[in-house]
């Protein structure tokens, strides 16, 4: 016999051993429909995690972004206190600090900047239009803000390096601000608001930002509540010139914690220490964002894992029972001429048809169970997720473990004594 | 064609070793039809099953158209029986899931018969015993006599050239018995060699020859 004769004689044997396996399952169908629920659940498990934290990485990157993924902010360290200093006041940058900053050779990395003036301490943060209030969080940025920033000006315009310059009583507002003083209907560009009393011109309206994720678990301000000024105005309504924060972006491919660094040491060593000062970076934020959902899905997987193994006891349990069972027949097949192999072969496929249709209902359940909770939570599902290949291979890896043990034992049982069996 | 040399076989019972087979020699031609008697206990089952190849010898040897049977392993043997033997059970010992004619077909599929074969050669060993309209019964729809009529299609559907009976006639009726032995019979003159163990004496008659055990020793030939 040629080996290209044998090899198809082996293949045909393979399916009539696969068959004579699914004849098998058919005769205890309740005891299999268990088993295969089993495996199910935890491929529906695995499935559910993936898409969850998937989608959850998605919803915290896109809300994360409303910051600009490559911003830096430098603040003086109000936490870090010497008792043996007397504490200076004022923020610890002024504009010539800026200005200092913008020249020198240390921040070459920072491809902009925008100084923020935050609030007017004393001074109401309600604005009026009208009849019309509402509160609002006040800046004074500069005009690469918007950009560091990743906001879009809908409506009217950004600020020009007039505006700054030339400290003009400009406003751009948020989308909740425009909402709440002039609603749906009226174009608020070109009207006069009312803060402080004092009046500003509003020029532009930014487009709305989802936070509410954020918001959700206490970080992040309202984004649609900011009503944005020259920096140069509102340090004039202050009488001032201190900057309470630098925001920058830094170039791409650049270590935002080392430039962010690099810009604080400057500014230390222009003061002669005299305050400390602390960066942020959005590179830590988003580090500290993935530790948490790599996190989340490690305690998942465990989960889900568990779950499979204990399908895969249950598969062990029932391969177990049936060689039990069906010793006899186990003999009267090895009388007929099946070999170790033929019978050790038709136990792995009823356990791994167990598990192969454990692992496709699994999907299924994962699927419809993804696509409700995504609709649900409202975050994007990618439809790519959901037929994942890894799993039902994972599926039918556990039923072949737990049923290899089953199934050798079948093979070995001599065929006198399989035939004895009562 | 088959030679059973000084064969010898212990069952290990607690502390004691029972010794079934004490040095048993048998010689049977092709197209012999043998009857093996004797009381329970005698050792007729394990002669039995030693000659079909299911069971191993302690010490003794064992030659089948001249090869050493005892020196096989276990694929071997597994073909050996495919190939060389049909069986047939006292409890018929029929796949209870498997219809008719999927349990005829079984030896067919170890051995490798493609499918296609396998059906009309299965159809037809069934046609020979008078089941041919019950090919898609499962077991518990034949009556014990039709069941051992399938059992007996399953037996020959692999064209083997030894049957081996083990007590056929025991779970049965008389008027299902002799239905029973008239197959045997028709398969003796197709010339199979038979080798049936039974402890009835109108059973036996059919055979040429009988071999009677007592204490695993062989006692006179008829």
Same mark, same amino acid.
């Given at each position: 016999?040629?080996?290209?004769?044998?090899?198809?004689?082996?293949?045909?044997?393979?399916?009539?051993?696969?068959?004579?396996?699914?004849?098998?399952?058919?005769?205890?169908?309740?005891?299999?429909?268990?088993?295969?629920?089993?495996?199910?659940?935890?491929?529906?498990?695995?499935?559910?995690?993936?898409?969850?934290?998937?989608?959850?990485?998605?919803?915290?990157?896109?809300?994360?972004?409303?910051?600009?993924?490559?911003?830096?902010?430098?603040?003086?360290?109000?936490?870090?206190?010497?008792?043996?200093?007397?504490?200076?006041?004022?923020?610890?940058?002024?504009?010539?600090?800026? &200005?200092?900053?913008?020249?020198?050779?240390?921040?070459?990395?920072?491809?902009?900047?925008?100084?923020?003036?935050?609030?007017?301490?004393?001074?109401?943060?309600?604005?009026?239009?009208?009849?019309?209030?509402?509160?609002?969080?006040?800046?004074?940025?500069?005009?690469?803000?918007?950009? /560091?920033?990743?906001?879009?000006?809908?409506?009217?315009?950004?600020?020009?390096?007039?505006?700054?310059?030339?400290?003009?009583?400009?406003?751009?507002?948020?989308?909740?601000?425009?909402?709440?003083?002039?609603?749906?209907?009226?174009?608020?560009?070109?009207? &006069?608001?009312?803060?402080?009393?004092?009046?500003?011109?509003?020029?532009?309206?930014?487009?709305?930002?989802?936070?509410?994720?954020?918001?959700?678990?206490?970080?992040?301000?309202?984004?649609?509540?900011?009503?944005?000024?020259?920096?140069?105005?509102?340090?004039?309504?202050?009488?001032?010139?201190?900057?309470?924060?630098?925001?920058?972006?830094?170039?791409?491919?650049?270590?935002?914690?080392?430039?962010?660094?690099?810009?604080?040491?400057?500014?230390?060593?222009?003061?002669?220490?005299?305050?400390?000062?602390?960066?942020?970076?959005?590179?830590?934020?988003?580090?500290?964002?993935?530790? /948490?959902?790599?996190?989340?899905?490690?305690?998942?997987?465990?989960?889900?894992?568990?779950?499979?193994?204990?399908?895969?006891?249950?598969?062990?349990?029932?391969?177990?029972?049936?060689?039990? &069972?069906?010793?006899?027949?186990?003999?009267?097949?090895?009388?007929?001429?099946?070999?170790?192999?033929?019978?050790?072969?038709?136990?792995?496929?009823?356990?791994?048809?167990?598990?192969?249709?454990?692992?496709?209902?699994?999907?299924?359940?994962?699927?419809?169970?993804?696509?409700?909770?995504?609709?649900?939570?409202?975050?994007?599902?990618?439809?790519?997720?959901?037929?994942?290949?890894?799993?039902?291979?994972?599926?039918?890896?556990?039923?072949?473990?737990?049923?290899?043990?089953?199934?050798?034992?079948?093979?070995?049982?001599?065929?006198?004594?399989?035939?004895?069996? &009562? | 064609?088959?030679?059973?040399?000084?064969?010898?076989?212990?069952?290990?019972?607690?502390?004691?070793?029972?010794?079934?087979?004490?040095?048993?020699?048998?010689?049977?031609?092709?197209?012999?039809?043998?009857?093996?008697?004797?009381?329970?206990?005698?050792?007729?089952?394990?002669?039995?099953?030693?000659?079909?190849?299911?069971?191993?010898?302690?010490?003794?040897?064992?030659?089948?158209?001249?090869?050493?049977?005892?020196?096989?392993?276990?694929?071997?043997?597994?073909?050996?029986?495919?190939?060389?033997?049909?069986?047939?059970?006292?409890?018929?010992?029929?796949?209870?899931?498997?219809?008719?004619?999927?349990?005829?077909?079984?030896?067919?599929?170890?051995?490798?018969?493609?499918?296609?074969?396998?059906?009309?050669?299965?159809?037809?060993?069934?046609?020979?015993?008078?089941?041919?309209?019950?090919?898609?019964?499962?077991?518990?729809?034949?009556?014990?006599?039709?069941?051992?009529?399938?059992?007996?299609?399953?037996?020959?559907?692999?064209?083997?050239?030894?049957?081996?009976?083990?007590?056929?006639?025991?779970?049965?009726?008389?008027?299902?018995?002799?239905?029973?032995?008239?197959?045997?019979?028709?398969?003796?003159?197709?010339?199979?060699?038979?080798?049936?163990?039974?402890?009835?004496?109108?059973?036996?008659?059919?055979?040429?020859?009988?071999?009677?055990?007592?204490?695993?020793?062989?006692?006179?030939?008829?």
């Amino acid at each position: 016999m040629n080996t290209e004769l044998a090899n198809r004689l082996r293949w045909r044997l393979w399916l009539d051993i696969g068959l004579q396996a699914w004849y098998s399952l058919g005769d205890r169908r309740f005891r299999t429909l268990l088993s295969v629920c089993g495996i199910a659940i935890g491929i529906a498990a695995v499935t559910l995690i993936d898409v969850v934290t998937h989608g959850g990485r998605q919803v915290v990157f896109s809300e994360l972004q409303t910051f600009g993924l490559r911003s830096v902010w430098i603040s003086r360290d109000r936490q870090l206190v010497n008792p043996h200093k007397q504490q200076r006041t004022g923020t610890g940058i002024d504009n010539a600090d800026y &200005e200092a900053v913008r020249n020198s050779s240390c921040c070459t990395a920072f491809m902009r900047m925008s100084p923020m003036v935050l609030g007017v301490p004393g001074a109401s943060n309600v604005a009026r239009v009208g009849r019309r209030y509402s509160q609002v969080q006040l800046e004074g940025v500069n005009e690469d803000y918007i950009a /560091i920033n990743n906001d879009h000006v809908v409506k009217g315009r950004a600020f020009t390096s007039v505006d700054i310059q030339r400290a003009r009583p400009v406003v751009i507002i948020g989308a909740k601000i425009r909402e709440e003083l002039f609603g749906p209907a009226v174009d608020p560009i070109g009207r &006069e608001l009312i803060l402080d009393n004092r009046t500003f011109e509003v020029v532009g309206v930014l487009d709305k930002k989802d936070r509410s994720l954020l918001a959700s678990i206490g970080s992040g301000q309202d984004a649609n509540g900011r009503v944005l000024m020259p920096y140069t105005r509102v340090q004039a309504m202050l009488n001032s010139d201190q900057i309470d924060v630098l925001q920058a972006q830094v170039k791409e491919g650049v270590s935002a914690a080392a430039a962010a660094q690099s810009a604080a040491n400057f500014l230390r060593s222009r003061h002669r220490d005299a305050y400390p000062y602390r960066v942020d970076t959005m590179e830590q934020y988003v580090r500290t964002a993935n530790n /948490i959902l790599d996190g989340v899905a490690v305690i998942g997987l465990i989960a889900a894992s568990v779950s499979l193994f204990v399908a895969g006891l249950g598969i062990l349990n029932i391969m177990s029972t049936a060689v039990l &069972e069906r010793t006899r027949e186990i003999g009267v097949r090895k009388a007929m001429g099946g070999s170790e192999s033929d019978i050790l072969l038709q136990f792995l496929f009823e356990a791994g048809f167990i598990s192969l249709f454990g692992g496709v209902l699994g999907l299924l359940l994962g699927g419809i169970s993804s696509v409700v909770i995504a609709r649900a939570a409202n975050f994007p599902l990618d439809p790519g997720m959901l037929f994942n290949g890894v799993s039902l291979l994972v599926a039918v890896g556990v039923g072949l473990a737990a049923g290899l043990y089953p199934a050798y034992r079948a093979a070995h049982l001599r065929p006198v004594e399989a035939l004895r069996y &009562e | 064609m088959i030679r059973l040399t000084e064969a010898c076989k212990r069952y290990r019972n607690g502390a004691t070793d029972i010794e079934i087979l004490r040095s048993v020699s048998v010689e049977i031609g092709a197209g012999e039809f043998v009857a093996i008697m004797g009381p329970s206990g005698s050792g007729k089952s394990t002669l039995m099953n030693v000659l079909g190849c299911l069971d191993t010898l302690d010490t003794g040897a064992y030659e089948l158209e001249g090869k050493r049977v005892d020196r096989m392993d276990a694929l071997s043997l597994a073909r050996l029986r495919n190939r060389k033997f049909g069986f047939v059970f006292q409890l018929f010992n029929l796949i209870p899931r498997l219809d008719a004619l999927r349990n005829v077909e079984l030896p067919m599929l170890y051995g490798g018969v493609p499918s296609a074969e396998r059906r009309l050669r299965a159809a037809a060993a069934l046609e020979r015993v008078g089941l041919g309209e019950r090919c898609h019964h499962v077991p518990s729809r034949l009556s014990g006599g039709q069941q051992q009529r399938v059992a007996i299609a399953r037996a020959v559907a692999n064209d083997p050239d030894i049957i081996i009976a083990d007590e056929p006639t025991g779970s049965l009726d008389s008027r299902s018995s002799d239905e029973i032995m008239k197959l045997f019979a028709d398969l003796h003159r197709q010339g199979k060699t038979i080798l049936m163990v039974t402890h009835e004496n109108d059973v036996a008659a059919h055979a040429q020859r009988i071999i009677r055990l007592r204490d695993g020793r062989i006692g006179e030939a008829a």
